[in-house]
């Protein structure tokens, strides 16, 4: 019984399914009406202790209760999204590091998709245009969601997802690059 209590009122980051912070939310929604509207039935002791002690406690754990099977829902959008791209079987081809810092620095737009630990991560280089302009600005570099406004900064980043000074690339601009290795 204690071990589903704590299940039921406890925060899981593992999560994959919608169903149980869903039942949980309709659960505490559920007891809000419950708490506010509660019967008032006399005046007795014990409705005086159950009005002073527990509509309060109550009232404090409504936030709390509310809010944790909504941060599941947040939770497990995340971990679907990352279950999604987790691929083990995708066809890549190791290019240098140089070579995929030089491809990046060299091209004002470019999104590569690389493979790390199984994880598919978009790097690449971007830049503004203004329209009826054919010079870029602004240009910055991009390891997942974290920009870099040189290409030092970006290139140290890369090292670290580097295998042997090797990146795997799934596919550059969205066509994707033959197995094998590079030239």
């Known amino acids: 019984m204690r071990k589903w209590l704590k299940s039921f009122f406890g925060f899981s980051d593992e999560l994959t ?24 039935s006399g005046s007795g002791i014990l409705d005086g202790i159950v009005t002073a002690i527990v ?4 009232c404090l754990a409504i936030p709390y209760c509310l809010y944790l099977p909504a941060a599941e829902l947040f939770v497990v959008a995340s971990n679907r999204r ?4 987790r691929r083990k079987d995708v066809p890549s081809r190791f290019f240098p590091l140089s070579q ?7 091209n004002d737009i470019i999104d590569l998709e690389i493979l790390k630990r199984g ?9 503004d245009l203004n329209p009826g302009e054919s ?7 991009y390891i997942g969601e974290t920009e870099y406004l040189s290409v030092d900064p970006f290139r140290d980043e890369l090292e670290k997802l580097a295998l042997d000074g090797k990146i795997a690339v799934v596919s550059i ?4 690059v033959s197995r094998g290795a590079s030239k």
Not at 100 to 106: D, E, F, G, P, T
Not at 119 to 127: A, F, M, N, P, V
Request: aromatic share 10%; with cysteine; glycine share 4%.
């Open 17 to 40: 399914d919608y169903t149980k912070p869903v039942i949980k939310l309709l659960v505490f929604l559920a007891l809000v009406p419950a708490i506010i509207f509660r019967p008032k």
């Open 55 to 58: 509509v309060p406690i109550g």
């Open 82 to 85: 990352k279950k999604k791209n």
């Open 100 to 106: 995929v810092v030089q491809l990046c620095s060299a």
């Open 119 to 127: 994880s598919l991560i978009h790097i690449g280089s971007s830049s």
């Open 135 to 141: 010079d870029f600005f602004d240009k910055r570099y």
């Open 173 to 176: 601009d969205d066509v994707p």
